[in-house]
Structures are given as C-alpha cells and as structure tokens.
C-alpha cells in the first residue's frame, strides 16, 4: 500500500521560505510516477503548486513558479517543497501526492496533509 | 476564481440522485483533456471518486458515475447516503497554463 507522509514547521513568518518533505512508503520513487504538491486554504478550494518526475523534471503552476523549487531524493525516497517569500495568502494545508502524469493523469494517493501558517 | 466552475453548493434527500456539474472552456475539458472527481470529507485529505471521465477506483460505488461532453462534466450520485455528505472536486489539464487546474469545490448537504 502506497503512503504519503509530509513533515516540516506549522508555522512561517512573513517573507521567509516554506520547506516541507513529503516520505514515500510502500512504492519506489526512482520506479516512476509523478510526485507533487496541492494546497487548500483554510475553507477553500484545492490549488495545485507543481509535480516532479522521478528523473528530476519539473512542471509549476505558472502563478507560483517564480517562488517554488520541487526537488526529489530517491536515495530517501522522499520528495520536497520549497516556497520562497511566504505571505498569510500561503496559509494552507499543503498535501503531498502521486500521479501516473500530467497532462492527462489523476491523483491516485495523497498524504493527510499538513497545515501552514505564514504569521509573524 | 477557479479555471473549471462548479455549484458552490447542492443538497437531496437521502436516496435521490443529485449531479455536479464542472464547466471549463476550449483549453481544458474541451481540449479533450480527461477530468477527475475527488470527494473530501471533512477534516481529510480529497480520495479519487472517477477518473478518466467515467471511470470507478477499485472500491468506490456504483452510485457515483461520471460524464463528459464539449467543455463540461458532471458527476451524478443516486441513491444518496448520509455519508455523502462532502465536499467534491473536479480536475482537468489546462493547455494555456501548462498545468492541472481544479474546480472551486461543491459542498454536497444530505437533507
């Protein structure tokens, strides 16, 4: 059974850098699948922020890309997240999840997701 | 405001059919790019519902089924549970933007 697990501060301050982990049991990274990061604000909907292919590829949702580094560790088997100069609108629940692609693939396997919160 | 539009909220009564309906435009569900469904309950993570349009995880009921045609999509639920009660969300590719988009959710409430 595949499981996703994020980690990392439930609290970051205002013009810092959001750096969460996301530990991969049951599958293998480096055997393939997409590998990336969807957020929800509290009480709204789902956002997207980007995906990572095994090899390292990367696809970012074009209003996030300046700001995001999606990196892999397959030594780890372990994906990350970094989101620099956060705002309060960064105040999410960021979920970490698995695809077979992109442009036509759906999320089978999602973490429980961690909550965020950008406040001085 | 979200690339793909769904109703904010629907409701029925238990054992009545309601559908979601999830429209897009010309880069997206009517570039033929696929569209998924996700049910969250609350205070948990979205879990896969349809995929591919129409198609069923392993383990998911044959109560909930899915369609598309031109730049829409609807997921249909018949014979409505209590425990239906959650928030569903609608996914798809958008070409223009090079990425997944999602719907803005609707909050489905059994009566």
């Known amino acids: 059974q595949v499981q996703l697990q994020e980690s990392g501060p439930g609290l970051v301050k205002p013009s810092e850098t959001l750096s969460l982990t996301c530990a991969v049991s049951?599958?293998?990274?480096?055997?393939?699948?997409?590998w990336g990061w969807i957020r929800q604000p509290p009480g709204k909907g789902l956002e997207w922020i980007g995906s990572?292919?095994?090899?390292?590829?990367?696809h970012y949702n074009l209003s996030l890309k300046s700001r995001v580094i999606i990196s892999v560790d397959t030594s780890k088997n372990q994906f990350s997240l970094k989101l620099s100069s956060v705002t309060a609108a960064d105040t999410a629940v960021y979920y970490c999840?698995?695809?077979?692609?992109?442009?036509?693939?759906?999320?089978?396997?999602w973490g429980q997701g961690t909550l965020v919160t950008v406040s001085s | 405001q979200s690339v793909l539009t769904q109703p904010s909220s629907v409701s029925g009564a238990p054992g009545q059919r309601v559908t979601i309906s999830c429209t897009g435009s010309s880069s997206n569900i009517g570039a033929t790019y696929d569209v998924h469904w996700y049910q969250q309950l609350p205070g948990t993570a979205p879990k896969l519902l349809i995929y591919?349009?129409?198609n069923r995880p392993s383990g998911v009921p044959d109560r909930f089924s899915g369609s598309k045609s031109g730049t829409s999509a609807s997921l249909a639920i018949t014979g409505l549970q209590a425990e239906d009660e959650a928030d569903y969300y609608c996914?798809?590719?958008?070409?223009?933007?090079?990425?997944?988009?999602f719907g803005g959710g609707t909050k489905l409430t059994v009566l």
């Open positions: 990572i292919y095994h090899s390292g590829s990367t």
């Open positions: 999840a698995r695809s077979w692609g992109i442009a036509a693939a759906q999320i089978d396997y």
């Open positions: 591919g349009n129409s």
């Open positions: 996914q798809s590719y958008d070409s223009s933007l090079s990425g997944w988009v």
């Open positions: 049951g599958y293998s990274i480096s055997s393939g699948y997409y």
